[in-house]
């Protein structure tokens, strides 16, 4: 939207283009959070509740042992699983609400580190990205309009 007016139109194109897959994740996004907003959501049992918190140790072991990872990712990812348990763990106070934000961060924050960005497009993320649709499904209804899964798939590399 910046070119100038005198741009041929096939760069405008080749801009906007490159900005699409962007705007079309940033209006999944904001979607997403109006239907959490507006109750599209289920809550949690407690079996559910226990497999995360299970799968969030599991993967902060896994992850502390794994000398392969940048050091800043490893502890991205730590933080990321220490702040999902702590939702789990006070689920009545900040309900789904607690795990979407946690979601948006793990996903935002591709667009803002390289590092995290480039283990995303590695194969050794296989586990933490459907760690993060797992918790995506468990979160969000059948019926809701734009699934918060769809868009963990869109966001993720």
Known sequence: MSLPI???SDDFALSAHKLFPHVKNFIGSQIRIWN???GNQKNLDKDQMSSI???SEI???EFIKNNELAPNVRAFLIKQLRKIIEAIDHYQIYGNEGLVEILDESIGHAFTNKNYEDFLKDDQS???KEYLLIISTVVTTSDSFVSLTNN???FLP
């Open 36 to 38: 959490l907003v507006h």
């Open 152 to 154: 963990i798939k869109n």
């Open 126 to 128: 296989t586990t933490w």
């Open 6 to 8: 005198n741009t041929k």
């Open 59 to 61: 993967l902060i072991e």
């Open 53 to 55: 918190k299970q799968k």
